[in-house]
């Protein structure tokens, strides 16, 4: 169950203009979707790696995972772009670390509220150092190491991004760990410290635990005392995410019955990041005086490409909820979506002072982010499966200056098999299968299960072993 | 503007048994409809005074405020009871000091939900000492000066109370102190300390702001820095209330343009006791990260009686919530019902942990409650209507010791006209007088009017110059 994981050193970062696997064809393509209409569904990126080529004279070209079309993975693409420059307000960041959100996928189906136009530059989160600084720009410096939240465009050798959304980073931590920690530790923190009335003896109910957000929200509830915190995540999980951080772990398939036997009564607080159906299994687990915050809605995401029943679904299933029912059953609802709040309403200041808050708790050796995996760009697709899968346990990084990793010259077709059955399905996954919305869509999931398997089984990575055994240690030591 | 409040020293309590308004016959009716119907709707309690006799022997009775049928004033009785014995767990309270609270009227009218039988005495907060211990109560003794929180019957001169409602006093509280703290203090502890994230920059719009609780979670809130407080209530309360406890008040007939015009994006908490069309409103008010608490349904009272279309407007204009729309925009709504909470919800062994805290913060002299008057039990009705029409700044209470107020012989009609045209109204309360359900309930207030005529202009009270100056003082001194 455990992953292979790629490790690099940032003090070795390659010139990215050495590792590129695209042709000069696909950069100039206008629409996106009549791009990827044209391209074989099955042509995956890595098949297109032999034919990589040394161009002869681009020195203004950056290397960067582009999202040609919404959809499934075929659309994502990395290729070569110009560089960019800093306009006024804006600093431009050498890009070492970036971190994989599960907004990056409902990005990439198109689910995604106000979605960025095709082609773009895909990637919330990044760290570095700052390259190049544009008028304007006060408190930040050439050589500053940084971590980023631009809106898109940071899964890229070279980023630009207005300074508001750029943090300086303390010399103790690492490029990995700040890409690693950003978004995940910002919305964390949030929720714990700004949203949450902890107190001694308040039961937490926690959706996706083993997850980046997860794992950051269980550490930021264990600095306060007698929290009781019911972890919920794949079964599979279980053993390696547990190392004294949860109360309880319970799988996802039965939890509502899980917690009941546990704590009958039910729970003072639920954290769901998954929304739909959830949503209202989780109010009903409220005790009085119990607070239900929605943070994410992950549960739009269930199959490759957008499906059309899968996100109605999630959004239908919520039932309203009454203000005079609140008030009857002294409950309280809260919505956090940190996107909205740090691109749209104005909380980018807000922003900054708690993730230099997440900074100071990380040198008081309060946190420490969990890494589960490091990918290059030319891998972005198998990481995005990984996380769709719910398989990682912490965070997913990719450096733009790893090797890709080396495929199988035949998958097995009997062995993807085996893998299915192994993959932990969530009830909702299940469901999703019988209602696609496409044939396709599901013969584009099973290619994808080929992909998979070249990745789940790595085996001569020469960093693998290493890696493997930093990210047990990651888990452990927190 | 300022009322004539009766002051009442603890120290010289009246024999009970001395002072009832009462016949025989009223205490034996069963069925609380069929008395109210019977009697003449002209016939207030303060009108049978003159009748006065003093029983021969009732060794076992006290005084009592009794509702005999839900509606108008007419089903409220100052009527002898049989005294109460402590069954296990549950203590005798002679009783010193009342609070009147909204859900009294509420109560009355039979808005409230699981209503008690009538006939039933009256009351939710009481304070007093302890004359008799039943079986198995810990921690209570006979001679204990207690503060206690009854599901109803507290407004009596005795009064039976499961000991997990009864909270001992400390010293430097004073009976009437206490009963105005109780239930006021409680509410808002819970929603400033439990349900609130207060910071530096925080804007809170507080609606009642002039109430007892609207006081107390002022008084709350000023033990944090750097929040802005706009208060709402009648315009006519303003000079009165704001001795720099508020940064803005508001009058109610148009909060929402004037919150506007002073803070055009709007506010972070919207703390509210209408509910109805207030609550869109409010949440409409609120900035992104916004909380918004529903702790009362004062808007359901808008008559002296039951009006249907006032309760059912008052629930039906309450727009659910989507949480998807509380996730898009960032924003937080509570309810908190302490009623439920406290009763049904097992939540007692908290509120007396947050009614010790109140009690901390008032001898370390940071809190000190408000009350705008106090009444006799036979003046009861008079009391109810004042707050019915949001006319006190502060918590009314309830004295079974204090001598009714004279009434004078001849009410001039043209007076009460001019009463009348003094009232502020709420643009809520005009609206309902225009619908309201039964040409009985308008004639029912007019009359009402008279009544309130003789208690707004008291003169010969002996106490009463004595008490508003007190009444100023302690309002200016917190």
Redesign the interface.
Known sequence: MTETSVATTETTPKTPETTTTTTAAEENVENGHGEAEATNGSAEIKEESPKEEVKEDPPKEMKSVVLLSFGGYKGVKVLKKPEPTPQNGEVLIRVRSCGLNFQDLVTRLGAI?SPPKTPTILGFECAGEIEAVGEEVEGLRVGDRVVALPEFRAWAELCVVPAKYVYKLPDDISFSDAAAMAMNYLVAYIIV???L?LRPGKSVLLHSAAGGVGLAITQLIRTFEGIKLYGVCSKGKHVEVNDGRFDELIDRSDYVNEIRKISPEGVDIVLDCL?GED?NRGYGLLK??G??V??G?SNVVTGETKSFFSVARS?WQ????????????????????LR??LYQ???AD?CRTVIENVFKLYSEGKIKPVIDSVWAFEDVTDAMQKMHDRKNIGKIILDPAAEPKPKPATPAKTKVKKDKKEKVQSPTNEEEKKVDDTAAAAKETEQNGDSKETIEKPTENGSGDKVEENGKEEIKST
Chains 1, 2 share one sequence.
């Open positions: 509220d410290f700004d949203l009335s929304c949503c009085p005086m607070k239900y929605l943070y809605s959004w919520v039932d309203k909820v009454s203000p005079i029912k609140l008030f009857d059953e002294n409950k309280t609802f809260t919505g956090f979506n909205h709040f309403q104005n909380g807000y």
